[in-house]
């Protein structure tokens, strides 16, 4: 297998939060993200769409520095996931399909943990800490343990633990999946106020009606892009009232 070579920088990065060229990850003899393209401007959020299956998980797990690709480059904030992946990790806060809380920590307690991983001092901890719980409205739940929450109090907790350092760009892996609507819409108002203060956010899902709520977006099948750009555009373009439609016509297609 011969891998690509790749350059220092990619051109054009001026204002490019994420930028993606043939970007491939295979296991054995299947590939799971075949060659995609991408570029995704800073301050965006943008949807990264797909059934189950389609190489979210995997493209997004290469963005953030956990899984090397088999061919291709990407650059998040400005650096090469190849030559610079755990520089990528102290940019970025990502949020995975399943929450990585601590069972046996409170709500307070997880945060001053993640506090500590992304190298904040005591104080530093501690002040952004009690900040995002009452952002959050995690206040009065701050000594209980994340078993004890309903769903969407836990996946606030998740969100809290990703942002406490500030990153440039926030991945977010299916971060609604089971949610009730309720919750998911309070949980997309703060996507909302996190891209308002300039944060990249970089969100997976297989809900189509959340697709609404992106600046951009790409629909993923079968390991590739089939589709890119911004909802309304997708939709004149392939004459369909949602994106639901839109997400049945491009894969058929």
């Not at 970007?23 to 799971?32: D, E, H, Q, S, Y």
């Not at 998911?184 to 944060?199: A, H, K, Q």
């Not at 004149?236 to 997400?247: G, H, K, R, Y």
Request: aromatic fraction near 8%.
């Amino acid at each position: 297998m011969r891998i690509r070579p790749t350059s220092a920088a990619p051109p054009n990065i001026d204002g490019i939060a994420v930028y993606a060229r043939g970007l491939t990850r295979r296991f054995g003899n299947f590939t799971a993200v075949d060659g995609i393209d991408l570029e995704v401007k800073s301050g965006d959020i943008f949807g990264f769409l797909g059934a189950n299956g389609a190489g979210k998980t995997t493209a997004i797990r290469m963005f953030c520095g956990l899984l090397a690709p088999s061919d291709g480059e990407a650059w998040v904030a400005g650096l090469s996931i190849r030559t610079h992946a755990e520089k990528v990790k102290r940019r970025i806060g990502y949020m995975s399909q399943k929450f990585s809380l601590y069972d046996d920590l409170t709500v307070r307690e997880n945060l001053q943990f993640y506090g500590g991983v992304y190298g904040l001092n005591a104080e530093e901890s501690r002040t952004q800490r009690d900040s995002l719980m009452e952002r959050l409205n995690l206040t009065d739940l701050a000594d209980k343990l994340p078993t004890s929450l309903p769903l969407g109090y836990k996946q606030r907790l998740a969100l809290g633990c990703s942002i406490l350092h500030h990153p440039d760009i926030l991945f977010l892996d299916e971060p609604t999946g089971g949610v009730d609507p309720v919750a998911r819409r309070t949980f997309w108002n703060l996507i909302y106020e996190l891209s308002d203060s300039g944060v990249t956010v970089f969100v997976t899902t297989h809900y189509m009606d959340e697709a609404e709520y992106c600046n951009h977006l790409s629909i993923m099948d079968a390991g590739r892009i089939v589709a890119l750009g911004a909802p309304g555009d997708l939709k004149q373009e392939l004459d369909s009232e949602s994106m639901q439609d839109v997400f049945l016509k491009v894969v058929k297609r």
